[in-house]
Nanobody, 123 residues
Framework: QVQLVESGGGLVQAGDSLRLSCAAS????????MGWFRQAPGKEREFVAR????????GYSDSVKGRFTISRDNAKNTVYLQMNSLKPEDTAVYYC????????????????WGQGTQVTVSS
């Protein structure tokens, strides 16, 4: 079981940028597919982005494609989510997750989760 801790959330204005970080410990970081999910109050946790073990392949939800970029630094055991052109609809708690599958495609594929970091985007 890998332990994950998110950071970097905060309150920003629409159109601003924010970078989230997720520090991992335990296990072998480079063996995990990493993902970002988010959950707004009263809503289900939804997929945001994922990145392969080597960082060579990424995937995004349609709602963030072109605005968000997921990346990882295996030497630092850290995955990032660069969020640009933020919208009020992006307001949510953002969670980092790790999967043992080479290409996780669903929430159930991710076995380890961080505690989340709040992102609030004002109009």
């Amino acid at each position: 079981q890998v332990q994950l801790v998110e950071s970097g959330g905060g309150l920003v204005q629409a159109g601003d940028s924010l970078r989230l970080s997720c520090a991992a410990s335990g296990g072998t970081f480079s063996s995990y597919t990493m993902g970002w999910f988010r959950q707004a109050p009263g809503k289900e946790r939804e997929f945001v982005a994922r990145i392969s073990r080597s960082g060579g392949a990424t995937g995004y939800s349609d709602s963030v494609k072109g605005r968000f970029t997921i990346s990882r630094d295996n030497a630092k055991n850290t995955v990032y989510l660069q969020m640009n052109s933020l919208k009020p609809e992006d307001t949510a708690v953002y969670y980092c997750a790790a999967s043992s599958f080479s290409w996780a495609v669903a929430k159930a594929d991710f076995g380890s989760w961080g505690q989340g970091t709040q992102v609030t985007v004002s109009s």
